[in-house]
């Protein structure tokens, strides 16, 4: 088969809904824009972790810590789900990592933003891990396997942690005047940053056509957007918490809520690296990876003595 | 995949089975730099919520995979045979329970 037929199958098969697999033959393309978006998506778990240890050892409560230290053990599994899927595509690990730390990797721009107050914990929840309920509900469908299979196991851990996030940000709404102004804070702060993590508007969206047409992306950024936004909005109200956006309001005609102007240039200016965070997320990604170097060498020295240890036997 | 720059531990798959009876199934892979360190990456990765009662794990490079690309003549020799399923045959007219 030349590459134009081989092509034209690969094609044939995302279009009948069967699954890429890592010994198929793939585009280049096809492979690269994985590769980008699957080890995005995995530095985003790992870093996510940052902003929520800031609160471990504050939280309020013993359950409130524990239920913590248990969403972000979670979220560095999905880091390692997704590194593992990521490669399959034919980069190492380390390859990864030294490109998250070489920035020439991005993470989402949302974990450049600070976790100020406990309500923030709340918000996090709530909000970051809700947006991207949204996406990885929608991702279980997408065209390679491997990607498909970790967010169907992402999945089901993510929904509690949504619950947490918006238990305790409820909970914060129905407490004193000081801690129903520190939700209303976290929310404040936190609802932009989370409509900017579905990406750019679609028509300014170099990226989607492919991503489309071999089904990595199975909606587009918007319609994401406004599904995370029609289903906040009910639970904002549900707690009396008001979402900070004069223009957003239901629609009859679409059947959706329409909303305020999203601010680019706030996200443009933290994907470059500008936001109030990100220095400090990179330079402890690579102080926590540097401190677990003697780790990593002592147990290759380990398992090499084990192996030479058979040798002899 | 085996990259010398990569010091992250060898691949290793992880098999589960979610109950007894039950067959293991392929649950996804990690890193490991031997057997005991890749049970134990397998239990705290793969059954934080008692999705298991038993694991496998195994070194990536032991997998032995038929390839895609032959797929069509590998699984030839089982195409043409219908006989081999019950539906094939024909039962006479209200015989039951077969
Ligand atoms: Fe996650
Ligand atoms: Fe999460």
Redesign the pocket.
């Known amino acids: 088969m030349d590459e134009q037929q081989k092509l034209e199958a690969f094609q044939a098969k995302i279009d009948a809904e069967i699954k890429i697999e890592p010994k198929d033959w793939m585009p280049e393309e096809y492979r690269k824009h994985l590769q980008r978006q699957i080890s995005q998506h995995a530095h985003s778990e790992v870093v996510g972790m940052q902003p929520e240890g800031n609160w471990v050892l504050r939280a309020p409560t013993l359950r409130a810590k524990v239920v913590l230290l248990a969403?972000i053990q979670?979220?560095a599994g999905?880091g390692q789900y997704l590194y593992a899927a990521g490669e399959t595509l034919g980069k190492s690990r380390d390859e990864f990592i030294e490109e998250l730390q070489t920035e020439k990797a991005k993470y989402s721009s949302i974990f450049n933003y600070p976790t100020l107050t406990w309500a923030d914990m709340g918000a996090v929840g709530w909000l970051v891990?809700g947006a991207?309920i949204v996406n990885q509900v929608s991702l279980q469908r997408t065209s390679y396997g491997p990607y498909a299979r970790a967010m169907v196991r992402i999945c089901k851990e993510?929904s509690f942690?949504q619950r947490q996030g918006y238990e305790i940000i409820a909970h914060m709404a129905k407490g004193t005047p000081e801690q129903k102004a520190m939700a209303q804070d976290a929310l404040n702060r936190l609802w932009w940053p989370s409509l900017m993590m579905f990406g750019p508007h679609d028509a300014d969206s170099p990226n989607l056509g492919n991503g489309v047409k071999w089904k990595i992306k199975r909606e587009t950024n918007d319609e994401l957007r406004q599904k995370f936004i029609d289903k906040t909005v009910h639970q904002a109200e549900v707690i009396g918490l008001t979402i900070p956006d004069p223009d957003l309001k239901w629609n009859e005609e679409t059947g959706h809520y329409d909303y305020g102007q999203i601010d680019w240039d706030e996200f443009w200016n933290v994907v470059k690296g500008n936001g109030p965070c990100n220095k400090q997320r990179l330079e402890h990604h690579k102080r926590a990876h540097n401190n677990g170097k003697w780790v990593r060498e002592a147990a290759l020295a380990y398992a090499q003595k084990q192996k030479e240890k058979q040798m002899v036997a | 995949m085996d990259n010398i720059k990569d010091n992250q531990g060898d691949v290793w798959e992880v098999f589960v089975q979610s109950k007894p009876g039950l067959p293991h199934k392929h649950a996804g892979s990690l890193h490991a730099t031997d057997k005991e360190m890749a049970l134990q990456n397998a239990r705290d990765l793969y059954t934080r919520r008692n999705e298991g009662t038993c694991i496998w794990v195994v070194p990536s490079n032991a997998i032995v995979s038929s390839l895609p690309e032959d797929s069509d003549s590998f699984f030839d020799p089982s195409d043409d045979k219908i006989y081999r399923h019950p539906t094939h045959y024909v039962m006479p007219e209200g015989a039951k329970h077969i």
Do not use: C, S
């Open positions: 969403k979670d979220e999905h891990d991207a993510e942690h």
